[in-house]
C-alpha cells in the first residue's frame, strides 16, 4: 500500500493474534503500534500450552518469518492424547510417530516471548489499558488510556480478547457463559514431585470424562502441568455450593464430592495439586457472530469469535486472523479496502467452525462416552498437513521486506 503519508495503526492486545499481526505488518514495511494493559512482558502468567496446527497457526509463523525459531522451541512429542473414561479404562492412546509436526506444543509465554522480540524494539507500549475507542473524521478513532494517553489512529485492530473493548465499535455482540468451567490447577517438578500425575498425563495430553464432568491435564515445559477440573455449573461454582474460592481445601473436598466414584488413579489432579484452584468459565460469543463493515475499526481472535478450546482453533485462528490482516494491508492501496477483503475472509472460516458449544454439549453430556466420541488423531494431523498444503497453492505472492 502506499507509504506517504504513512497510515497510523494501533493494535490493541499484545496476545499470538496482535504481535502476530504487528510483526507481518513490519515485514512488509508497515508501521504499528502494540497496545497492552500489561505493565511489562512478564506481569503475569501467560497460561498453559497451545498446539500451533500447520494449516493455520504455523501458516502464520511462517509469514511472520519465525516458523523455524518456532520448531526449535515446540515439543512433538506433547501431541500425545490419552481419552479415559471416568472408570480408568483407556479409549484412546495417540502417540506421534517420529518428528511428527502437524500440531507441536508450545507454552504460551514462550509464543508470546517469541512474537514480540521480533518487533522493532519500542513497537509494543506496555501499561496502557484502553478505556475507550471514539469515532473521529473520516474513519479516525480516538483511543484514549488509563494513563492518559490519547491518539488518533487510522485503523484500530481490536485484539484485546474475549472481553474487548474495541469489539462495540462494530457489535453489541457480548460473551455468554457456556454452562461448563474449567477449574485450574498445577503441578511443579511434576516427574519427581508427583509421578502420579507424571504417569497419567505422559508427554501431552490426557482426558477423562462422564457423567457431565471432565479431568484435563497437559504437561508444559519444565515438568509442569496444567489440569482443568471440568463442571457442569454457574462461572463460579465454588460461590455456587456455598464454598469460599480461596479457600483450597474446602474447594478441594468439594470437587472430590462432585467426582464422587471415579477412579483414584484420575482423582489425584484433584488431591494432589501444588496452590489454589482457579476458576476459568467458558464463554463463546454465539457464532456466526458478524458485523456490518466499519471504517477504521476491526477485530481478530477471540474479539472476534471467541470459541471453547475444543478444536484447538482459538489461538491458531487468532494469528492466521492477524497474518491475514496485515498481508490484506501490504496487498491493498487503502486501509479500507484491506479490512474488507480480510473480514470477507475471517469472518467466514469462523463461521464455518462455529463456537465449540455443541462439543461441550457432547463431551459433557450424561452418562459415559465411548471411543466414537473423540476425533482419530492421526487422521487429524493428516488434514493439518494437506489444509497446510490446500492453503500454500492457494495464496497470492506478496514482496516481503523482512527485519534484519
Known sequence: MPTTPAPQIAVIGAGPGGLTCARVLQRHGIDVTVYDRDASPDARNQ?????????????????????????????????????????GEVLVDYRPVGAEDAAPEIDRGQLRTLLAQSLTPGTIQWGHTLT?????????????????????????????????????????ATPVHTGVTFVEAHFD????????????????????????????????????????????????????????????????AALLRAFAGWDERLLVLITDNDGPYVNRPLFVLPAPHTWPHTPGVTLLGDAAHLMTPFGGNGANFAMLDGCELALAVARHDTLDEAVTA???????????????????????????????????????????????????????????????
Not at 494449516?55 to 516458523?67: P, R, W
Not at 490519547?150 to 474475549?162: F, H, Q, S
Not at 508427583?194 to 462422564?210: K, M, N, R, Y
Open 342 to 404: 480480510y473480514e470477507r475472509t475471517m469472518l467466514a472460516r469462523a463461521a464455518a467452525a462455529g463456537d465449540g458449544a455443541a462439543a461441550l454439549e457432547r463431551v459433557f453430556g450424561p452418562g459415559d462416552r465411548d471411543r466414537t466420541d473423540f476425533p482419530d488423531f492421526a487422521q487429524e494431523t493428516e488434514r493439518y498437513r494437506q489444509g497446510a498444503a490446500a492453503y500454500r497453492t492457494r495464496r497470492p505472492a506478496t514482496p516481503q521486506t523482512p527485519l534484519s
Open 47 to 87: 497460561g498453559g500450552t497451545l498446539d500451533l496446527h500447520a494449516d493455520s497457526g504455523q501458516i502464520a509463523l511462517e509469514e511472520a518469518g519465525l516458523l523455524d525459531d518456532f520448531h526449535a522451541l515446540a515439543r512433538p512429542e506433547g501431541q500425545a492424547q490419552r481419552v479415559l473414561t471416568r472408570h
Open 189 to 252: 517438578a511434576v516427574d519427581t514431585a508427583h509421578p502420579a500425575v507424571a504417569e497419567l498425563v505422559g508427554d501431552g495430553q490426557v482426558f477423562a470424562t462422564g457423567d457431565h464432568k471432565g479431568l484435563i491435564a497437559q504437561r508444559n515445559s519444565n515438568q509442569h502441568v496444567r489440569a482443568y477440573i471440568a463442571v457442569r455449573d454457574e462461572a463460579d461454582p465454588s460461590r455456587a455450593a456455598g464454598v469460599d474460592p480461596e479457600d483450597t481445601e474446602a474447594v478441594r
Open 132 to 172: 475507550s475507542a471514539a469515532p473521529g473524521p473520516a474513519g479516525t478513532h480516538r483511543l484514549t488510556f488509563e494513563n492518559g494517553v490519547t491518539r488518533d489512529v487510522d485503523l484500530v485492530i481490536g485484539a484485546d480478547g474475549a472481553w474487548s473493548r474495541v469489539r462495540p465499535l462494530v457489535s453489541a
